[in-house]
């Protein structure tokens, strides 16, 4: 009978085989998973490629990264997942065949046993965001390979943001490369720096009325609405000044339609 193995020993096999053809030791990995923010040393290694050690959701996400940081060539999570002859067990799920649990990662269920999925309804999704999750962060450290996990990871949340996909649509670049010119540019997002800005401009809106009233007075009124009116005139100067700035960097034109 073919034997079951949990996900995490299955990776850590995968992860060993890996390594071991890149020509690096237990310790060269585990500084690399340090070098990725995750406190491994060589007998972390050891236990999860021995099966004894079971990953956490943050390693297993941050795994493309470490990779990276050992000098490990891969494309995202999937390159990380099991044989496809190897049958392992991922929450309720037992005895998943490894190119089913490849199928679940890309949000594909055809091949998975449908009491197996009902078990778990949400593992299909949950799966396809690690692997986008993971693929983004490998990308961003072989684009980028001095930004710390730290900066890499305000580089993909600042890609959903939505300042940072409107222009990027403008500029026809996805929201990460954008992202990733800004943090390197300036050290933040484009929607972090233009706040940045409004508040070294602007300053902060007018304080409340009394506090022993708790009322708004007419000139609280009146200085927050000339406050609002000021950000928004503002606002709009310095988008189109950061943008400058980014299309310079890229040696392209300007993406305004008039």
């Known amino acids: 009978m073919t034997e079951i193995l949990s996900l995490s020993h299955a990776i850590g096999l995968k992860l060993r085989n890996l390594r071991l053809n ?15 923010g995750i406190d491994w040393t060589r007998n972390s290694v050891a236990g999860l490629e021995s099966g004894r050690r079971q990953l956490s959701a943050d390693e ?26 190897m049958l392992v067990s991922v929450g309720q799920l037992k005895g998943v065949k490894g190119q089913h649990l490849r199928d679940l990662l890309w949000g594909h269920v055809t091949g998975v046993d449908e009491e197996q999925l009902d078990s778990e309804p949400e593992l299909a999704s949950d799966l396809k965001d690690w692997q986008k999750f993971s693929k983004a962060l490998a ?4 684009m980028w390979p001095e930004a710390s996990p730290e900066e890499a990871s305000r580089i993909l949340t600042d ?31 484009l929607t972090s720096k233009r706040e940045f800005h409004l508040e070294t401009i602007i300053g902060p809106p007018p304080i409340e009325g009394p506090a022993e009233t708790g009322e ?30 980014i299309v310079d960097a890229l040696g392209t034109d300007m993406p305004w339609d008039t």
């Open 216 to 245: 708004l007075s007419d000139e609280w009124f009146e200085e927050h609405e000339q406050w609002t009116l000021s950000r928004r005139a503002t606002r709009g100067h310095i988008v189109r000044e950061l943008t400058e700035e």
């Open 159 to 189: 890609a959903g943001l939505l300042a940072e996909q409107q222009l990027a649509k403008r500029l026809a670049m996805t929201p990460l490369e954008l992202s990733l010119l800004c943090h390197q540019l300036w050290g933040m997002g």
């Open 139 to 142: 990308w961003v450290s072989r």
């Open 22 to 36: 890149a020509g690096k030791t237990q310790d060269q990995l585990a500084e690399g998973a340090r070098a990725a």
């Open 60 to 85: 297993l996400l941050l795994l493309p990264l470490v990779a990276s940081r050992t000098g490990i060539t891969i494309e995202g999570l999937g390159d990380l997942l099991p044989a496809e002859g």
